[in-house]
């Protein structure tokens, strides 16, 4: 028997996941915009650049709401800090694996029905092996079903899942290409070829397989085709205990008496039944510096304080942000300093060995130092919905840590449960699953009286509790404050309006430091039901279980199914088993079903915006003939029978299956065709039309991969059923911008895309036309435009992945009237500039010679991918260019002189290029060398001075006439002075203490 399709009654793995793991990844679960209700609250902190390169360190909250269980992360609960990116996973079935002999995922394909060429006994004997490999859940067994990754890194979100060759295939089509290593790791390669590695990876070890699963990849390095070089670096941390504390039940059993109206859950379930699980756990990471290739870095400092929230372990939390340039000095440094939440003294755990579940930690305030001196800026404050309550019963203090008092979602809903199983009321029939009943052949004789569970819990929603602990407050250094409103989502079903999980923003309040206030409220209307339908539409919670006990039953055969349902060997023989789960479960992929497709904004004193976006469900999508996509047995489900010596031949049944049928598949994400936005109209106050932009899509499934779970009930029995994961594209084929005026007039221009290629996003043709009907029409041309034998660096470009423009020209009245062509090379570096200078009415484009315009411009780089040259057609001007701070700014322009020349001249004269240096004091000393040195040439000099990561100190112009800018503690621009010394620009930041 598949080893935990048995242990958790054919549903996934319960997973567990870092506090930072899973505060980061809920970004790539649901996007924050207008759509989700969810407001864009970040902090910026600091910032790291490299070449071509750079990485933002900010903090971020995610407005969604707490949930019951969990944790805090390092820097405070709802908070995650972003420094660089990582990828997390959804287990469907065992860990996705790549074969090392192969370089093929194991995966197992589950053929549900002999072909007509063969009998059943030939079809069971060829995929036997098969069912019993995809039931065997454990690393190393071949995966019937791909895994749902989400990442978060550097600005991009998204989910992807691994094709058999362990290529990434986004649910929204991207153009980054994702690839799983045989070694277990990610790349990433995005569309201008900078390559994201990652390779540093969490653990999470599952008692139920007796191994360890990867369970999040953090970023590793960034590398950029022109020579951008960051890495990071990770310190084991971030978790709150060596072991995993969880439930010890997510599921109650219990026999009932059909003949009752009323059934009460046993005592043994009617308590918080925590247990700390030695045989799970996680070993986490936290990054503990960010290096760029010039020897600037960033370092994330723990505190060495115990956290109250963490058992067994001190906990990390992170204190400090400190930034430093290639000389080694401060540019950037922060300070966090933190709380904790604690339950009001009714919903505290009163058990002493759970303490730490009171406690959640609470980011208080961010406070930016001075990079010298002493002097200290105000800090960011924050507070939180609960502040000031009562410490006896506030209905906004989220209960301990694993409470029962949560909704549906997770979320808290005021009540004083004493377990999670939920109450059923006596109208309500318990559910019975599909495949029980067709396999049990007792469910047509049985009757039960009454629905009724007394002693349960409720699982309502409460709309004011879910927003316990919520972000409420941000007061900033300036004085000026934000405010935040949430209520709960909601929508129409059937039963009418009806709250489901989480929080949605309802008003945003800005109040600045003179008192002047801008207010936004945000309405939505009602929605059809989305992708959790089961939490009401089927009923779930209680799944009813009955069984003949007579002589016509076949009561082993009955243990088995019972069993594989994860019904406890002790309930086996009785005739009525009810099962109630306690999900949902503190997972991913549960929250992106709350998308709205309008959306309104009022800004007091300006009117309004209406938002509107594509929705759709996730279903079985509609496959055309033409897409090339084939999906059988959509959510097929069979049972197969093996004959083993007796008198019942080997059968085949097979039933339609859902999401809520067992074992429990997986809806279609059909993500790509969400989100986008498609009209944006503002109003007045007086409800005047100003302005509106219409957006219309191109919508392509472009790939499916079937999915399967197996569970092998015994040696002769087995159960399995088949979903897909879903990829594809929506690309904006046609938008319109209009402007009304006062008295009824409008100016409307149209954009027409149109998309060549199928291997990216970028659009190869843009028609714009004015209100007057004159047209433009722009087309742009790429590496993958070309033939294989047109340039070198071309096909480099194409291997490297860089998609940038080579060909760019427009037409006005079927004229070319403008037009560029890049030559690069290898690094993605343009080399040679062409323009049109032609009155012919167009230079046909030519796949196999790409540079057809004329030459104007040319450009060199040395060994570092450095521009050290340019040279321009008109005049002949020539340019050369000195770089330094370790390759990383330039600090002299030469005109007049090529490189070579340039160089020849410093080298005769002893004088060094400056590139490795990186103290300023030599970098100085090296400018006024090659001033020297260069004086009596004829040439203009210009140089530069900078404080690394931060601006440019200083200008010295051909004349030697300087231009100084100076920075203050905080490395803000403070002044700029002349030549002459004198002042002739000056920064003042006023800040509210």
């Not at 989910?159 to 790349?187: A, H, V, W």
């Not at 007579?550 to 002790?570: F, H, I, M, Q, W």
């Not at 194409?798 to 423009?805: C, E, F």
Request: aromatic share 14%.
């Amino acid at each position: 028997m598949g080893t935990l399709a048995h242990a958790e009654g054919g549903q996934e793995l319960q997973q567990f996941y870092t506090p930072n793991t899973y505060a980061f990844a809920r970004y790539g679960d649901l996007p924050v915009d207008y759509s989700t209700g969810l407001p864009q609250i970040n902090l910026p902190l600091t910032s790291i650049s490299d070449r071509d390169i750079k990485v933002d360190v900010s903090l971020s909250y995610y407005a969604s709401g707490i949930k019951v269980d969990q944790e805090a992360s390092w820097v405070g609960l709802g908070w995650s800090l972003n420094a660089g990116g990582m990828i997390t996973c959804q287990l469907r079935g065992a860990p996705d694996e790549m074969d090392a002999k192969t370089g093929k995922m194991r995966r197992v394909n589950l053929r549900f029905k002999n072909d007509h060429v063969e009998t059943i006994d030939q079809y069971i004997k060829a995929e036997r092996s098969n069912w019993v490999s995809a039931a065997d859940l454990r690393p190393n067994s071949f995966d019937p079903a791909p895994d749902i990754f989400f990442f978060n890194f550097c600005g991009r979100t998204g989910k992807f899942y691994l094709d058999e060759n362990g290529k990434g295939r986004m649910i929204n089509q991207d153009d980054c290409i994702i690839e799983f290593q045989p070694d277990g790791t990610f790349k990433i390669t995005d569309e201008k070829g900078v390559v994201y590695l990652f390779k540093d990876k969490e653990y999470a070890y599952y008692g139920a397989i007796r191994d360890n699963c990867t369970s999040g990849w953090y970023l590793s390095s960034i590398t950029s085709p022109a020579g951008g070089s960051i890495t990071f670096t990770y310190v084991s941390g971030g978790t709150l205990g060596m072991s995993v504390i969880h439930r010890i039940d997510d599921s109650c059993y219990m026999t009932l008496n059909k003949d009752l109206n009323t059934h009460e859950i046993p005592p043994s379930y009617l308590r918080p039944a925590i247990v700390d699980n030695s045989n799970e756990g996680i070993t986490g990471l936290v990054v503990s510096r960010i290096t760029a290739s010039s020897g600037a870095h960033i370092d994330f400092a723990c505190s060495n304080e115990n956290r109250k929230d963490a058992h067994s372990i001190r906990g990390s939390m992170l204190e400090s942000v400190t930034s430093y340039n290639s000389a080694n000095d401060i540019y950037k440094k922060y300070k966090l300093f933190y709380g904790y939440f604690e339950p009001d003294e009714r919903h505290k755990i009163a058990a002493s060995y759970y303490q730490y579940l009171n406690y959640r930690l609470r980011l208080e305030k961010v406070q930016e130092l001075p990079s010298t001196g002493t002097s200290v800026l105000p800090p960011y404050r924050f507070s939180y919905y609960g502040d000031g309550g009562s410490k006896t019963d506030n209905i906004y203090a989220l209960p301990y840590r694993l409470s029962p008092c949560q909704d549906h979602w997770g979320y808290y809903n005021y009540t004083d449960n004493k377990t999670i199983f939920a109450n059923n009321a006596a109208n309500e029939p318990f559910y019975i699953d599909p495949w029980f009943r067709e396999l049990s052949n007792s469910y047509e004789l049985a009757g039960i009286k009454g629905y009724k569970i007394s002693n349960g819990a409720n699982r309502e929603m409460d709309t004011e509790a879910v927003k316990a602990c919520t972000l409420k407050r941000i007061m900033y250094p300036t004085g000026g404050y934000t405010d935040f409103d949430f209520e709960t989502h909601d929508t129409n079903y059937t039963l009418g309006k009806i709250g489901i999980g989480g929080l949605r923003v309802k008003k945003i309040t800005d109040n600045d430091e003179n008192g002047n206030q801008k207010i936004r409220n945000y309405e939505y209307p009602y929605y059809s039901w989305g992708d959790s339908k089961y939490h009401l539409a089927e009923n779930l919670y209680h799944v009813w279980y009955h069984q003949m006990l007579d002589s016509s039953t076949n009561l082993g055969r009955c243990r088995d199914y019972l069993a594989g349902y994860g019904v406890p060997t002790d309930l086996i023989d009785s005739p009525d088993i009810l099962q109630i789960t306690s999900f949902p479960a503190l997972t991913l992929g549960v929250e992106g079903d709350f998308m709205y497709p309008n959306v309104t904004e009022y800004i007091s004193g300006q009117g309004r915006t209406e938002y509107t976006y594509t929705y759709e469900t996730n279903h079985e999508p509609y496959i055309r003939p033409g897409d090339g996509v084939s999906a059988p047995d959509w959510f097929r489900s069979s049972y197969i029978y093996i004959n083993s010596g007796g008198v019942i031949p080997s059968t085949i049944l097979g039933l339609t299956a859902t999401s809520y049928t067992f074992p429990f598949m997986t809806d279609a994400d059909l993500g790509w065709m969400r989100g986008q936005l498609t009209k944006r109209e503002v109003y007045t106050e007086s409800n005047q039309l100003t302005e509106a932009d219409y957006m219309t899509y191109g919508e392509c499934l472009l790939g499916v991969e079937a999915g399967g779970k197996a569970v092998q009930f015994n040696d002769y029995e087995f159960l399995f059923a088949r979903d897909y994961l879903t990829t594809g594209r929506s690309r904006l084929t046609k938008e319109t911008h209009e402007v009304y005026g006062d008295k009824g007039g409008v100016l409307r221009t149209t954009k027409e895309y149109t998309y060549a290629s199928d291997y990216h996003k970028l659009v190869s043709g843009v028609k714009e036309t004015a209100s007057d009907g004159s047209e433009i029409v722009t087309k742009y041309y790429y590496p993958h435009d070309y033939s294989s034998t047109a340039n070198a660096a071309l096909q480099t470009m194409k291997d490297k992945h860089i998609l940038l423009p080579v060909d760019v020209r427009s037409y006005k009245g079927g004229r070319l009237v403008s037009g560029e062509q890049t030559k690069y090379n290898a690094y993605g570096q343009p080399e040679i500039a062409y323009r049109t200078e032609t009155t012919a009415k167009d230079i046909d484009f030519n796949k196999d010679t790409p540079f057809t315009f004329t030459a104007y411009l040319w450009r060199t780089y040395d060994a570092n991918r450095l521009l050290v040259s340019e040279k321009t057609r008109e005049n002949g001007l020539k340019y050369t260019y000195l770089w330094s701070y370790g390759n990383q700014y330039p600090v002299a322009r030469i005109e007049g002189a090529e490189y070579s020349e340039v160089t020849g001249w410093l080298s005769s004269a002893s004088v060094g290029l400056p590139n490795t240096l990186t103290r300023p004091s030599d970098i100085e000393s090296r400018l006024t060398s090659i001033r020297n040195a260069l004086a009596s040439k004829d040439v203009l000099v210009t140089t530069y001075t900078y404080l690394p990561q931060v601006g440019m100190t200083g200008m010295t112009d051909a004349n030697g006439k300087t231009t100084g800018y100076a920075y203050d503690n905080y490395r803000r621009l403070s002044l700029v002075k002349n030549h002459e010394s004198k002042a002739v620009m000056q920064y003042k930041y006023n800040l509210y203490d």
